[in-house]
């Protein structure tokens, strides 16, 4: 198991609760944040990776999905 659907909720949940609003472009960037970190999630076994895991990386990791799409 990879817990990709967990760490989709985790991240997708943070990244709302941050925003502070549940308007429709805080839940695309929620959507996607929650993307961004189930991808880091499935790169290892259990946490292992998530436990490295730094802020620099997710927002790397964001503006490719910002080159691949225009949900952010």
Sequence with gaps: ???????FAGG???ALARSGSVSESAIRKAMTYGS???SFGVEAFSLDRLKKLSLPEIETRARLFRKMG???
């Design 1 to 7: 198991p990879t817990g990709a659907g967990d760490t």
């Design 36 to 38: 961004i970190i189930a």
């Design 70 to 72: 225009s949900v952010l």
């Design 12 to 14: 997708f949940l943070g």
